[in-house]
């Protein structure tokens, strides 16, 4: 690929791009778009031909295309899928929907009268979310330097925030989940869950420290 189609696409929004499905070539040179087929975060890269004339796969093919690996995944890929949403939108939203999955998932164990849940998922939640984030990195190869940059702060933010929640008096109130099979470890619904009264002071403390101190913008 030559120098200037490489300049082409990094002054190109390549998150946006992914987040639309958009069939395009990418830093790598491999052409083709990102799918997440089960609208759950789980994000695959469909290649075509060099001159988009062919898929390799056939977007209609989902038995196939669910063999590909995956590109993107947890909070990276949520990350992507709202992208052009705000910064306090994306962290709660993702927090709110791995706590949901996670109380779902145990909400039927019969020892569960003498478990707290919540802070069960808060204790652990970094360590699962550090695997994901560790397998997203194979989106990194098909997006600018920049990009991948803004991506990993806005990972170091999101740690910030879901800290403040870690807490052993944590005192948030979440209504009951109803009932739902138990989900792969790194796939989350993507559709917004339903918004919790989280404390406004602790969103307002972190959120306000990653602006005074540059890491992220107000909007992505």
Sequence with gaps: MSTKNINQIIRRDLIQDISTGMVTVWKNGRAGQFVDINNNCLYRFLETTPDFSRWLISPDNHPEIQKLPIMACGFVAWLIKYWRESTQEIYSGYLQARLNQYKAEYKKDADVFMRNLEQEFYNQHRADEEQRIKQSEAIFDFISEPEVNRIKKYVKCYFEYV???????????????????????????????????????????VYNFCIETNVLSNTI
Excluded at 179 to 184: R, V
């Design 163 to 205: 800290s403040e929640f870690n807490t052993e008096s944590n005192s948030m109130q979440y209504p009951d989940i109803t009932e739902q099979q138990k989900p792969n470890a790194n796939e989350v619904n993507a559709s917004k869950p339903q918004q919790y009264a989280f404390d406004p002071a602790k969103i307002t403390a």
